[in-house]
């Protein structure tokens, strides 16, 4: 059985992924209109990607015997600049992101719940993969240039 603070803490994780999905559906609209199809389609990847992981989170939830719950999720920001700067944002919210998961492996060892960090332990590895790839995406956009934006683009819409 999971804690009810741990619970209400991963449904509190489950808001924060769907807002992250729904950033990066928001993201890949704007690139669309900005005439990056690649982009776009990279970043509609990362939506699904982020409901998946408010899928499991939940589901996780329901397993351990609570109740999973999906609350308001706030608006997100719809316009960006460049490329270089939708990406440096995704990067910075990453980091974000890891800082949450992180403290809720922080508050599954203060429960001493093992299962639960188990769990955890998933996403924080994801977490790095995640960051990773998006710092390499700004580091690719900064070299490329105006000149090879539209060759990354167009790499990353093979996604």
């Keep these: 059985m999971i804690s009810e603070k741990l619970q209400n803490a991963i449904n509190e994780q489950v808001i924060a992924e769907m807002w992250s999905a729904n950033l990066y559906l928001a993201m890949s609209f704007y690139l669309e209109k900005e005439g990056f199809s690649g982009f776009a389609h990279w970043m509609k990847k990362q939506y699904f990607e982020e409901i ?7 589901n996780y939830i329901v397993k351990r015997g609570g109740t999973a719950k999906v609350d308001k999720i706030d608006v997100v920001p719809n316009g960006w600049g460049t490329p270089l700067e939708v990406f440096e944002h995704v990067y910075k919210h990453e980091r974000h992101v ?6 809720l492996v922080d508050l599954a060892a203060a429960e001493k719940d093992k299962a639960t960090q188990d769990f955890l332990w998933g996403f924080v590895r994801e977490q790095v993969e995640e960051e990773a790839t998006a710092l390499n995406i700004v580091d690719k956009i900064k070299k490329a240039g105006d000149a090879g934006i539209f060759f990354i683009d167009s790499q990353l819409g093979q996604r």
């Excluded at 998946?52 to 939940?58: G, L, T, V």
């Excluded at 890891?98 to 403290?103: A, G, R, W």
Aim: aromatic residues 0%; contains cysteine.
């Design 52 to 58: 998946e992981h408010a899928c499991a989170m939940a």
């Design 98 to 103: 890891s800082e949450l998961v992180d403290k």
